[in-house]
């Protein structure tokens, strides 16, 4: 069974940084595209930043520039770095994983609070 754990939300002030981590089980994450969403209240989830089974990484508007996504084979972890946070960047970030076929696997979530 494949398990994604993200860690690494915690509250920083605004123009703070933050490392997220997702560290997946029961699959490996080379070779498979996988990603970060975040999703604040009474919004819809949104994608921030993808990372594909080639490396080509993808970021929403919003965190170009601020965000970084990458992946460690070795450790089957993917990381999003976040940097000169913002209060608008609060939210649940998720990690997802695409699998070959079936629908995709997410993580629980972890709780990122940028305060102002």
């Known amino acids: 069974q494949v398990q994604l754990v993200e860690s690494g939300g915690g509250l920083v002030q605004a123009g703070g940084s933050l490392r997220l981590s997702c560290a997946a089980s029961?699959?490996?994450?080379?070779?498979?595209?996988s990603g970060w969403y975040r999703q604040a209240p009474g919004k819809q989830r949104e994608l921030v930043a993808q990372?594909?089974?080639?490396?080509?990484?993808v970021y929403a508007d919003a965190v170009q520039g601020r965000f970084t996504i990458s992946r460690d084979n070795a450790k089957n972890t993917v990381y999003l770095q976040m940097n000169s946070l913002k209060p608008e960047d609060s939210a649940v970030y998720y990690c997802?994983?695409?699998?070959?076929?079936?629908?995709?696997?997410w993580g629980l979530g972890t709780q990122v609070t940028v305060s102002s």
């Open positions: 997802r994983l695409d699998l070959f076929s079936g629908a995709p696997i």
């Open positions: 029961g699959s490996t994450i080379t070779r498979r595209t």
């Open positions: 990372i594909t089974s080639t490396g080509n990484t």
